[in-house]
């Protein structure tokens, strides 16, 4: 379990640095400026077919290979941990197509690519988020045709995604959206933050490194500058809220972190553990919790569900 | 300096094309998220003396086939001409408004400016990015800039620019999300005005 794993293979052999070829690279940052330059704004770029399928991180790649140096140090995640599937092949492309170092500690990461969470430990202004994105457009399920949301975006007009938010309240009495919660960014565009929890949503506000966002089916590329205000939508008797856990993490013991929810056996013993495993390992490294939170004390990590 | 010498006299670009231009684009990538920040420009290509080296690496990073380039009056000579199609690849047109990018002098005339593609509203990203070469990003007109990118306030002078000029970015930027985006380069270093950024107060010396 070292903290940064040793380069094993160079490219040099068939592939560009970093797989996409350089017209590649340009359009891909061309397209990254310009979605700089206008926040929240979905740029349209010619995504390029990668040798994964859709909805395996596409246009996060492609983002990745547009910024990545040979002396950048990168970092893959996907549901917050490192050690899955995607995390570990995103991990494994571009150490074979690019030899960067990569690491699995936020703090040492310069990019950090991710599927659907945002680290818990605080960002640095040296930083560089980059999202894979589903689904970039949020007025998609209430205005199917494009050329429709895009007027809809361009006047402004965004008083659809409050009725849908109301409609949550009207039928549940809050708001239930809990992933893929929209925001607006700058006071101006509604932005789709990708399937993050919406646990997650208030670290996008005022962050002090860059978060750039790739959808590579609907070839899409859109952008948070560092510093920037992002509010997710509310009302003013039915604020923004996010999730709570009455359980604390069962490893480290963490109150503050977003939590899983794991089934131990078949009697409903269930466990809640950090979403984040560099979180959750570094505080079992450095705090008191220590290995012996690992062991979960009785009624606090586990519990038992009745059915 | 033997590299002076490419095919048919035109100087050789970026040393290592691939990385180079990483470098270049991430340092512009900085600037461009940062407004305000001067940044070092990273590589710079052996051009000849009084050729805008600084704003060549921007060019040599981010265009080719794709996006034509406008030169002003005082960048329109045969010898650049040649380094932008030999090294870059994209066309020289004779309308800003045709431009993705634009090349001109610090003291360009303000009404120019208002000649490039700003985008459409639905598609606000069509529009250009000026490259604006500088004697020096320190001293000069300019202005102070709130927005997307800077942490309370930041001031950008470009040495060179009529008071004009910060006029039109005041109202490029109230025309936001339309708008062009500007790259200063001076002095071997850059900073960068995105739309987003309002100006506060246009600081004239």
Not at chain 1, 25 to 50: D, H, N, T
Request: with cysteine.
């Amino acid at each position: 379990m070292s903290g940064t794993d040793k380069t094993t293979r160079h490219s040099g052999d068939g592939y560009n640095f970093a797989y996409l070829d350089e017209q590649t690279k340009r359009m891909v940052r061309r397209a990254i400026l310009k979605a700089v330059a206008i926040p929240g704004y979905q740029v349209p770029f010619a995504g390029r077919e990668m040798p994964m399928p859709f909805g395996w991180g596409t246009g996060g790649i492609q983002l990745t290979a547009a910024l990545l140096g040979r002396d950048d140090v990168l970092k893959v995640i996907d549901q917050g941990a490192d050690d899955t599937t995607n995390a570990v092949s995103i991990r494994k492309f571009f150490q074979r197509t690019a030899g960067v170092r990569t690491t699995e500690r936020t703090a040492e990461a310069t990019i950090i690519q991710t599927r659907h969470r945002i680290p818990e430990t605080p960002l640095r202004e040296d930083q560089i988020l980059v999202y894979q994105v589903p689904l970039p457009e949020p007025l998609r399920w209430l205005e199917p045709r494009e050329t429709e949301s895009r007027k809809m975006h361009a006047q402004e007009e965004y008083g659809v995604m409050h009725v849908k938010l109301y409609e949550d309240i009207a039928r549940h009495g809050r708001i239930v959206t809990s992933f893929d919660y929209p925001v607006r960014v700058a006071g101006r565009y509604v932005m789709s933050p990708s399937p993050i929890p919406k646990f997650d949503n208030p670290k996008m506000d005022d962050c002090p490194a860059l978060q750039i966002f790739g959808a590579g089916r609907e070839r899409r590329v859109y952008a948070i500058p560092p510093y920037t205000e992002v509010r997710s939508l509310d009302f003013e008797d039915h604020p923004f809220a996010i999730q709570r856990w009455v359980e604390s993490c069962g490893l480290c013991g963490s109150r503050n972190s977003y939590l899983d929810e794991i089934i131990l056996d078949d009697r409903g013993k269930r466990m809640f553990v950090c979403s984040d495993s560099d979180y959750c390992r570094s505080r079992r490294e450095t705090e008191d919790s220590g290995p012996t939170a690992v062991v979960p004390e009785n009624g606090r990590e586990t519990r038992e569900v009745k059915a | 300096m033997n590299n002076l010498a490419g095919p048919g006299g035109i100087p050789a670009g970026f040393s290592s094309p691939v990385h180079d231009a990483q470098a270049t684009f991430r340092v512009l990538l900085e600037a461009m998220s940062r407004p305000g920040k001067r940044l070092s420009v990273p590589v710079q290509p052996e051009v000849f003396h009084g050729f805008p080296d600084a704003a060549l690496s921007v060019l040599l990073s981010l265009a080719d086939f794709d996006t034509p380039i406008w030169l002003s009056d005082d960048h329109r000579k045969a010898v650049l001409r040649e380094f932008l199609t030999f090294h870059c690849g994209c066309p020289v047109v004779e309308q800003p408004s045709e431009a993705v990018f634009g090349l001109v002098h610090a003291d360009i005339n303000p009404e120019m400016l208002g000649k490039f593609n700003p985008g459409l509203p639905e598609y606000p990203d069509r529009s250009a990015t000026i490259v604006v070469v500088a004697e020096s990003l320190e001293t000069g007109n300019g202005s102070m800039i709130q927005g997307p990118g800077v942490r309370d306030q930041a001031v950008i002078r470009v040495a060179g620019t009529l008071p004009g000029f910060w006029k039109y970015v005041a109202a490029n930027s109230a025309m936001f999300p339309q708008g062009v985006d500007f790259i200063f380069v001076g002095d071997g270093e850059m900073v960068c005005l995105p739309r987003s950024v309002m100006v506060r107060e246009v600081l004239c010396t």
